[in-house]
């Protein structure tokens, strides 16, 4: 069952968050399958302006485009035919994934120019089949986000689109206003009225309908429809074609999207004929067997002897509560049509549609139980629709057979929640529950709602109070059972990793230290903290008044007291919790270290030397190797002011995936704190590191190479400010297969290079798997090097 979200919020109204209502329905026994939130999918994309256009020099249906967005100008080639001056488009950066083509932009040459970028199409991103041409929007700011475009000009675009499991007992699920129905009662919302429609006919029905007397029983317990005369059939409003597409259905026309929204909406399937198709009246009866029917699905059907059909003088033209006949299908030349809606017995549906290999809508619902009191309700509502829609005027209705009756009561006994379930909840509660959801208390009597075929005893009255109160508040209540010695202690995969943490450091040679969790306002400020949310009410002194937003205070300030009493040269860790925010679930695992002083005593032999940022890069390296962190990663500059702006990196798996970081502390941070330096430091974020997808208990299998290795020194003068890792990094990428591995080995500044120069000496392993390398293959491996290195840095080999 799909739905969006502002379709649940025609029913519900609520301020809950997307977040808060999936939990709350699989919570409910509404297990959400998935949610398809388009905003998530578009935030990247924003909205550029064409400044220019000008025809491709070798292509001559190309464009090279001048487009301004927020990052300034950028060229993009564009090969849309539309693409032109003055337009307002959507935007790819370089670095953005487009669903549509299933692909990340990069920067690109496209014959001989480069092109920045990407103006994209709705197909590619996926909010319709038009490809054509690409976006132009009539309005929108240079820079600002597509969904925040979206949101305001065409929300429908960014509509979550909600997916949750039925299981078959609850067929009131299977409209949406039964789920809203049950989050109200749940408490994340109220019900809204639910619309109502009578609609006054202008003369009996010229179509009436019969029903076969072996029929009545177990086929059909009651056929109502109408004739609307004179409607105009073309495509249904944009705002009911968005909802039906957001749920996977196709739009048709607007008749017969009527019939689908009703389907979804109120758990309530419908079926129009064509009036003018109809010969004669309409009999509801058995089949003989040997008879045939081509659907709207336009495949034959032949029938056993014994299912429900709806005929005409013609013969047979519906499958009674599972598919309608292609013959009297409502088209684009519609005039006249016959609305129907009846109640059909639920197991002979199954077997037919079975027997037929049919799965419809229709039938899904129709075999599960739908809700019989709202049968001639909904005949008004749809017959109101499809007048505002097409326009029209509606006859009587007329009538064969009679609603069932399907109204019994059960008794409420509050004591049996607490001996069927274990829960102890006040009557009062039970007995809103009860009413939220529709039943009917007069006394211990619980009269049982129309839509909700499953509630057949006293214990389904215990299940539903349960069900909303959550059955999370169940506690568990050990059994007493002798036990023989200690058992086993069972770890966590997050505490097995704070073990290995404390282990590694330990080898590495740090000291653990274990300092409390509160520390003062100033020092929670310089680490991002010191907020009111972090704030202590009533903390035990001044020096405690705040949560640790970071464990790096505490080590410094267990430096500082060290220091002051003539101890140097340090090498501190602690494993613990540090605390973003104010809640219980607010805080995250960290792993720090802090090394202060020299590297040793010092001696004759100079071996002693201040700690620096490779000292903490080779610890927290080996200590994320324990962890089991992937091997490749990157390094980037983006870390907290705590840090030293030149003197530090983060160690990611992509932009976003922080693992570690490393560096020098802040001279700033180290004067506040009063600690003497150098002092380096490392951060470790054991929940970042992804989990083994293999658990193994044995090592991987030793691969051995039996061809030769092959080393070629490169030594490039480049700008001083080009980073080593650049360099390094476009040496590795010149050939994945054959390159093994790149490091430095030297650098140099200064002498003959000249001012804002600097010469970077690297090593490049080649390992061959296939064949022993001739000069030639090292030859063009170490031009391709040196191709790489060039683009990448703009630096040349040193002469």
Not at 616 to 622: F, L, Q, S, T, Y
Not at 766 to 788: C, F, R, S
């Amino acid at each position: 069952m799909k739905f969006t979200l502002s379709w649940l919020k025609d029913h519900l109204d609520t301020e809950a968050s997307l977040d808060e209502i999936t939990y709350a329905l699989t919570d409910l026994g509404l297990e959400v399958e998935g949610v398809e939130n388009p905003a998530a999918r578009l935030s990247e994309f924003t909205i550029g302006k064409v400044v220019s256009a000008e025809k491709h020099p070798d292509a001559d249906k190309l464009k090279v485009c001048q487009v301004q967005t927020d990052a300034g100008m950028s060229q993009i080639i564009c090969g849309a035919p539309n693409a032109r001056e003055g337009i307002t488009v959507v935007i790819a950066k370089p670095g953005v994934y487009v669903p549509g083509i299933d692909t990340t932009i990069g920067v690109g040459k496209i014959r001989g120019i480069e092109s920045h970028g990407m103006m994209a199409s709705e197909r590619e991103l996926e909010l319709s089949d038009e490809h054509e041409g690409i976006i132009e929007l009539p309005s929108g700011e240079v820079g600002e986000t597509f969904t925040d475009w979206l949101a305001a000009n065409d929300p429908a675009k960014v509509d979550p689109v909600i997916e949750i499991a039925i299981t078959p007992n609850r067929p009131d699920a299977l409209g949406v206003r039964g789920i809203a129905l049950d989050l109200a009662a749940r408490g994340l919302g109220t019900m809204k009225p639910a619309p109502t429609a009578h609609v006054a006919g202008d003369g009996p029905c010229p179509i009436t309908v019969t029903i076969d007397d072996d029929t009545r029983q177990n086929g059909c317990e009651v056929f109502a429809g109408r004739l609307i005369r004179g409607v105009k059939n073309g495509p249904s409003p944009q705002w009911l074609q968005d909802r039906l597409r957001a749920i996977g259905l196709r739009p048709i026309s607007a008749l017969v999207d009527v019939t689908n929204f009703f389907t979804f909406d109120r758990n309530r399937p419908l079926h129009v004929f064509d009036a003018d198709k109809v010969q004669g009246n309409l009999r509801i009866h058995r089949t003989q067997g040997g008879e045939t029917l081509t659907g709207l699905d336009e495949k034959d059907y032949t029938f056993d002897a014994g299912q429900v059909v709806i005929s005409d003088d013609n013969g047979i033209e519906s499958i009674g509560g599972i598919m309608g006949g292609l013959a009297t299908g409502c088209t684009g030349e519609t005039v006249n049509v016959f609305l129907e809606a009846a109640v059909w017995e639920t197991v002979q549906i199954a077997m037919t549609g079975r027997a037929l290999k049919i799965n419809s809508d229709a039938r899904y619902r129709n075999e599960r139980g739908i809700d019989p009191a709202f049968n001639m309700e909904a005949v008004e509502l749809a017959t109101q629709m499809i007048i505002d829609l097409c326009g029209g005027t509606a006859s009587d209705v007329t009538v064969a057979g009679e609603v069932p009756d399907v109204s019994r009561s059960y008794r409420l006994d509050p004591a049996r929640v607490q001996s069927l379930v274990g829960m102890e909840i006040p009557e009062a509660e039970q007995r809103k529950t009860l009413e939220s959801l529709g039943f009917k208390l007069e006394g211990n009597m619980a009269w049982v709602p129309s839509w909700r075929p499953d509630v057949q005893g006293e214990a389904d009255l215990v299940e539903e109070v349960a069900r909303i109160a959550s059955l999370t508040r169940l506690e568990g209540k050990p059994l007493p059972r002798a036990t023989i010695g200690v058992p086993k202690p069972i770890l966590s995969p997050m505490q097995k990793r704070q073990q290995v943490a404390r282990r590694t450091a330990a080898a590495l040679g740090y000291n653990e230290c274990v300092s409390y969790t509160f520390i003062d306002h100033t020092a929670a400020q310089l680490f991002g903290g010191g907020d009111d949310a972090t704030m202590l009410e009533n903390p035990i002194s001044s020096e405690m008044s705040h949560m640790r937003p970071d464990l790096l205070p505490g080590l410094l300030q267990a430096a500082a007291r060290n220091q002051a009493r003539g101890l140097n040269d340090l090498a501190l860790f602690e494993v613990g919790p540090a605390f973003h925010g104010g809640e219980p679930d607010e805080q995250h695992l960290q792993v720090a270290g802090l090394l202060v002083g020299r590297t040793g005593p010092r001696d004759v032999h100079g071996a002693s030397r201040p700690v620096d940022l490779f000292d903490a890069k080779a610890d927290v390296e080996a200590l994320l190797s324990a962890l089991g962190a992937p091997a490749k990663t990157q390094v980037l500059r983006n870390g907290p002011g705590w840090w030293h702006p030149g003197r530090h990196g983060v160690i990611c798996l992509g932009p976003k995936k922080q693992l570690a970081i490393f560096g020098e502390i802040n001279p700033r941070v180290l004067s506040e704190l009063d600690v003497k330096g150098p002092a380096v430091a490392f951060s470790v974020w054991p929940a970042e590191i992804p989990a083994a997808r293999r658990k193994a208990t044995t090592r991987p299998a030793l691969e051995l190479r039996d061809l030769q290795a092959v080393d070629r020194d490169f030594a490039f003068v480049v700008d001083a400010d080009v980073e080593a890792l650049t360099l390094v990094n476009a040496a590795a990428g010149a050939d994945k297969t054959l390159i093994e591995n790149v490091h430095v080995f030297d650098e140099f500044i200064g002498g003959s290079l000249g001012e804002g120069k600097k010469s970077i000496a690297i090593t490049v392993r080649m390992q061959p798997t296939e064949k022993t390398l001739k000069e030639a293959d090292i030859e063009a491996v170490g031009a391709k090097v040196v191709e790489k290195v060039q683009k990448a840095t703009g630096g040349v080999l040193r002469g």
